[in-house]
């Protein structure tokens, strides 16, 4: 009976949740891996119909200005956080298979009022321009939200694409390319075979870029463990955030056949 009374008052949410991707991606439930399959499916069967706000999407000025992997330290170093997780791999410069690290936390909002949020990390590897949404590689959350940001905020910049590769120096020809990178517990995820309605979704999402000339959606996996992942960061005389000598984030792209 609770199982029963949990399915319809999801139903309802579902039913009154404003149709575009801000909306989806934005509501809770979207974070349970639990829900994800029930609303890839109902995207599935709403896809046509959702609509991508653009209001308040900024046109230009998407470079930061010292832009140098910071932090303001209000908690512990020791504290892992995404982002400065994120701040760590802008600082190596480089790493395989995400190529060449060109700048973090690129936004996308031209105005505070603006709804969406920014590219997490924006790289450069030997054939595309990567828009990486980076969630916490110690946790299971759902992919179904990086999914969507992923999509949403690659299609902001592909809008834009000329003043946006144009501000980071990116080559022409290299398409821009959604991304996602998680850790080890959100990979299983990626099987399609076990959430079959989640790879619609994908297959769906990519047939819609490419129409714009960006390529699929590529997926990064950190499988480092997590008591690892736990002590990994340090901080320098700058504030700038780096890896503890010796560790190395070990991240392999997710590959489907």
């Known amino acids: 009976m609770a199982d029963i009374l949990r399915q319809d008052r999801r139903q309802k949410e579902w039913n009154s949740l404003p149709k575009n991707w801000f909306s989806i991606y934005q509501w809770s439930r979207t974070n349970n891996v639990r829900d994800t399959e029930w609303i890839a499916a109902r995207i599935e069967e709403s896809f046509d119909s959702i609509q991508l706000i653009t209001d308040g999407v900024r046109e230009n000025n998407f470079k930061t200005p010292n832009h140098c992997g910071q932090v303001a330290l209000n908690t512990e170093i020791g504290q892992f956080t995404e982002k400065r997780f994120v701040r760590a791999l802008f600082n190596m410069e480089r790493l395989q298979p995400l190529g060449m690290m060109v700048d973090y936390e690129v936004p996308l909002k031209a105005t505070k009022e603006s709804k969406h949020g920014d590219i997490d990390l924006l790289c450069v590897s030997s054939n595309a321009v990567l828009c990486v949404e980076a969630k916490d590689p110690r946790k299971s959350t759902s992919i179904l939200k990086a999914i969507l940001q992923a999509f949403v905020y690659t299609s902001f910049a592909v809008r834009r694409r000329e003043a946006f590769k144009r501000e980071f120096g990116l080559t022409k020809t290299l398409p821009l390319t959604p991304a996602v990178l998680v850790g080890m517990d959100a990979r299983r995820q990626l099987d399609w075979d076990r959430y079959k309605h989640l790879g619609r979704v994908v297959n769906m999402l990519n047939a819609k870029l490419a129409k714009s000339g ?44």
Do not use: T, Y
């Open 214 to 257: 960006v390529g699929a959606m590529r997926f990064f996996v950190v499988q480092n463990e997590k008591s690892e992942l736990e002590s990994c960061l340090r901080i320098d005389a700058n504030k700038k955030v780096h890896f503890v000598d010796g560790f190395v984030p070990d991240v392999f792209e997710w590959l489907h056949r």
